[in-house]
């Protein structure tokens, strides 16, 4: 005789409550650096858990949860040695989980418990990795930085005005901080696997991770290591290379996010110059061959207020200045602009031409025109820099990398303009 519904989802309710306590009971288990509660211990917890899930009586769930907690402070106090709380936390946790598994509220209840404790596994495996990354990786000034400007995007940026101001109807103070949150959480990205991956992985890896937090601090300490070694004057060459070949996928996300049009008709023209990029550094890769460096590159923390609010007045200063020129002097006055901001910031120039194409100031193809010029000229400002921090011969080789990039990236925008 066929199970009513009623007991194959209590069944799997306790199933599932079972499930979660041996999870989290075998890596309790496994802890054998404590005394504490063990497999057995977390298997009944569960399952006291599944059965007031199925029941559905507050009364009984209270009661479990108080007679839990009280053998889980009686054992606490009795193991004096022990100076943490996890496993009783742990514990708590995965009463909860399985009252939630065994619950009547659908499968969407059982699957959240399930993964809700997997999860929790992780998380109490990698304790050594987390206390290393804390106390040794991440430091202070970094996690504070980091802190503060969390708080500012979920405590001042619900509260700015979403309209226009001033001239042009050129500024609004949400919409500036909303791509000043963007543009520094792509470069944290950078910042964050380049702080924790770079300098382990090479100096491809650095290159990259480097160029997709910021290029132009990449491209500068590169020329200052050129200048100080100059015996791996190939592998600098290399790594500076494939650094700013990097940087036209990251001006494409940014479009993606800002404007999708936009972006999906910049693709051929940063592709183009993406894989001339990478390509030129692969062939110079072969050709040198150099071990790691010696040195990672520093860009600092994005997520630093400072900077932030820095780039948010350069933005709002090129999206006025665009706003401007395309209003008195139509394409030509955009073009002056934009070439001049990009020598200042092209993450700015590209989320302002996306806002004004966006809301239909310019064309596609001016829009397009002026973006590769933003590049060209931060491209421009980025080789100025070569030559100042690393020499003659490195700013020429910087220049070249420049020129094989954009060389293909002009010709598909004639191609397709």
């Not at 931060?378 to 700013?395: D, E, P, Q, W």
Request: charged letters at 15%; glycine letters at 10%; proline letters at 4%.
């Amino acid at each position: 005789m066929p199970w009513s519904p009623e007991v194959s989802h209590a069944a799997r309710g306790l199933v599932e409550a079972l499930l979660i306590g041996l999870l989290i009971g075998a890596q309790r288990e496994t802890a054998q650096d404590e005394r504490q509660a063990g497999l057995r211990d977390f298997v009944l917890i569960g399952l006291a858990g599944g059965v007031c899930g199925v029941l559905g009586q507050q009364w009984l769930t209270v009661a479990a949860m108080l007679a839990i907690a009280g053998v889980l402070v009686a054992f606490h106090l009795k193991a004096g040695e022990r100076t943490g709380i996890t496993t009783e936390l742990s514990a708590v946790a995965t009463f909860c989980l399985a009252v939630l598994a065994a619950t009547p509220s659908g499968p969407a209840g059982s699957r959240l418990a399930v993964g809700a404790a997997v999860v929790i596994v992780a998380f109490l495996e990698a304790k050594r990795t987390l206390h290393r990354f804390m106390r040794e990786t991440i430091t202070g000034t970094e996690f504070t930085d980091t802190i503060w400007f969390l708080a500012l995007i979920f405590v001042i940026y619900p509260v700015l005005p979403d309209r226009a101001y001033g001239p042009y109807d050129a500024v609004n103070p949400r919409q500036v901080w909303l791509f000043v949150i963007l543009v520094s959480s792509i470069s944290f990205v950078g910042y964050f696997l380049q702080k924790f991956l770079g300098s382990r992985r090479g100096l491809i890896w650095t290159a990259i991770l480097g160029g997709l937090a910021s290029t132009t601090a990449t491209t500068l300490a590169f020329a200052r290591e050129e200048r100080e070694e100059s015996e791996d004057a190939g592998s600098h060459w290399y790594a500076v290379v494939v650094a700013n070949a990097v940087q036209f996928p990251r001006v494409w996300i940014l479009l993606y996010v800002v404007n999708p049009e936009l972006s999906a008709a910049m693709v051929p023209i940063l592709l183009a110059a993406t894989v001339a990029g990478l390509l030129m550094g692969w062939v110079l890769y072969r050709r040198t061959g150099v071990p790691a460096p010696r040195k990672q590159v520093t860009t600092g923390n994005p997520f630093r207020l400072a900077p932030a609010l820095k780039f948010g007045a350069v933005f709002a200063a090129i999206i006025f200045a665009s706003k401007a020129a395309a209003t008195e002097f139509g394409g030509q006055g955009l073009y002056w602009a934009s070439g001049a901001g990009g020598t200042v910031d092209a993450d700015a120039v590209t989320v302002s031409v996306a806002s004004l194409y966006g809301g239909g100031s310019v064309e596609l193809a001016t829009a397009k025109a002026v973006l590769l010029l933003a590049l060209f000229m931060n491209a421009v400002l980025k080789t100025g820099l070569a030559f100042y921090a690393g020499g003659g011969r490195f700013g020429r080789r910087t220049a070249a990398g420049f020129a094989v990039m954009f060389a293909p990236a002009i010709l598909v925008a004639m191609l397709v303009g």
